[in-house]
């Protein structure tokens, strides 16, 4: 790793860490409705990072973040519109413009996780479908969390009011073909950027799984 991009890692992590650390932070002591609503802000800053610092440099990759993108926003889309595959659910306004009930943020959001937890799954493993199953669980498992937060941060809202055992389901089939697909392709990144990119996502929500306000 050269020094311009050892200094770019190292940056692009310290901004990650801010930014989340600072919201946690921010609703914790009231002000929970100006961190959320520039959830949009952050999601640019993650797709932004993941070009420069992960990075996405070649075709290969370009084409396979922007199938992720498009086939995840189509899952979504049936999900919110016929309940299939997650479960009967619609988002609320903080994830940003939507087409057809489904914002456009939540294929950067599968894109982001796809890449970071791949690159986690290469690096901590070396068979094929180990890699595939933990990329995918990396993702189900930062989704448990995730889920308790969504309607309280108006991200999306269940039906039944709870995020149901299909969601998960969902989740992870999806998510096992991005990462056959993803390992499949030889994918190589940034696994330390990929890490803290993770990591960060996970306290977040990890805190306020447990801290209700």
Known sequence: MTEQRKFLTYF?????????LSAIAGIYVGQQSWF??????????????????????SLK??????????ASIFAEWLGVNYGLIFGDYHYGANFGPKIDGVPYLIGVNWGFLTFATGAIATTWL???WMRVFSGAFLMV????????????????????GYAPLQNFIGWFVLAFVFHAIYQALK???NCLFSHHLYASQLVF????YFWKG
């Open 187 to 189: 994918i190589k990144g």
């Open 61 to 70: 990759k370009m084409l396979l973040f922007l199938g992720i993108g498009i």
């Open 36 to 57: 959320m609503s520039k959830t949009p802000l952050n999601m640019m800053l993650i797709l932004g990072l993941t070009i420069l610092v992960f990075p996405i440099d």
């Open 141 to 160: 498992f930062l989704d448990f969390f995730l889920e308790e937060s969504a309607p309280r941060f108006d991200f999306w809202y269940w039906d039944v």
């Open 205 to 208: 929500f990890i805190f306020f």
């Open 12 to 20: 692009s992590i310290f901004l990650i860490w801010l930014f989340n």
């Open 126 to 128: 070396k068979q094929y």
